[in-house]
């Protein structure tokens, strides 16, 4: 397995990550037992999760995962064997359950959802810390481009204030973006450097054969300010295993069961999967494989978070790290990506 440095902190993690959102709806709580048991046997120590987490996101799931992992913790023990990341819930009416009010990233919210999710967790700290998305208008899940909208937002500067806090406390390591933007993550450093906070280490953001809209502005600041990318949805949600195509839904896959996740299935976005997935079968590889060896060939990435239902899937996405693709790969890749280019954001 292959370690990379978690921005300029001294942690080194896994080049994958043991996702979790479906450990709680999905998965069992012994089905999560048995991924993290087999994950760490493979040399995987990075495991991320969330305190909205089962997902999708329910009022009887919320906590759900971290509590699963706050269990396999107490068993196992070992917690300097991993990297423990969970997030912070952004802004959201329709989440008002998690803590009992509508979300918001501010210093009296962080304090509450980060004391939640320790106690969950069963630990004193987490090795890093979120921002599950931005307390201000964004396009995101699903949308691309930026519409300028005014609205009562936390200011960056009392966030970064109260992260600042939970790392005094010793309740946090470092700390992260998710579905951020550039200006979002260049003026998070901007105030650390200006010594308002601890300075991010890491965006978790979407990256794909379907999705590399990180590219046209986050990749740059990952690789000159050493804040790099965590990628979720790296197989776009199992769509790029070719399962979907022709309209097939395998029983128990997970867009069988959430059907409402349209943003791997528009028309572009099927056709670029179907690309993508003739492909490797034409170079005799498998097609979650290579799309997953991709990602992590990337230079501005520091680890792929995978998820899985089944003990098989998983093994498939860590047999990934060993595929180097061709030359002849490569560039077919880039061939089809000037063909769908952003069929999926």
């Not at 630990?123 to 005014?150: C, S």
């Not at 970064?160 to 579905?179: C, D, I, Q």
Request: glycine share 10%.
């Amino acid at each position: 397995m292959e370690y990379r440095r978690l921005g300029r902190s001294d942690i080194e993690v896994s080049i994958i990550c043991l996702g979790s959102m479906t450990w709680g709806e999905q998965n069992s709580e012994a089905e999560g037992f048995e991924q993290m048991d087999y994950a760490l046997d493979r040399g995987i120590n990075f495991i991320d999760t969330a305190e909205m987490y089962a997902a999708p996101p329910s009022r009887e799931t919320c906590g759900r995962t971290e509590e699963i992992i706050g269990k396999w913790l107490a068993a196992r023990g070992g917690r300097d064997r991993i990297v423990l990341a969970t997030k912070a819930t952004g802004p959201s009416d329709g989440l008002d359950y998690i803590r009992g009010e509508p979300t918001r990233l501010d210093r009296r919210q962080i304090a509450q959802a980060i004391d939640g999710s320790l106690r969950r967790l069963q630990t004193d700290y987490v090795d890093l810390y979120q921002l599950h998305w931005p307390d201000r208008p964004i396009k995101a899940f699903g949308e691309l481009g930026y519409e300028h909208r005014a609205g009562e937002e936390t200011p960056l500067e009392e966030t970064l204030g109260a992260l600042a806090e939970l790392v005094r406390a010793g309740k946090v390591r470092t700390v992260g973006l998710s579905n951020e933007t550039p200006w979002g993550v260049m003026r998070f450093l901007a105030l650390a450097e200006a010594g308002r906070g601890p300075r991010m280490v890491s965006i978790q953001n979407p990256y794909s054969l379907l999705n590399r809209s990180f590219e046209t502005g986050l990749a740059e600041v990952a690789l000159r300010e050493d804040c790099g990318l965590l990628a979720y949805a790296p197989v776009a949600a199992g769509a790029l295993t070719g399962k979907y195509l022709g309209g097939q839904r395998p029983e128990g896959a997970r867009m069988t069961l959430f059907p409402n996740n349209k943003r791997y299935f528009g028309e572009q976005g099927q056709a670029a999967t179907a690309a993508y997935v003739a492909l490797a079968r034409e170079h005799g590889l498998d097609p979650a494989r290579m799309a997953l060896a991709y990602v992590l060939a990337r230079p501005f990435l520091t680890s792929a978070i995978v998820g899985a239902t089944d003990l098989s899937q998983l093994e498939n996405s860590i047999a990934a790290k060993d595929l180097v693709l061709s030359e002849e790969v490569l560039n077919a890749i880039e061939s089809l990506h000037k063909i769908y280019t952003y069929p999926c954001p």
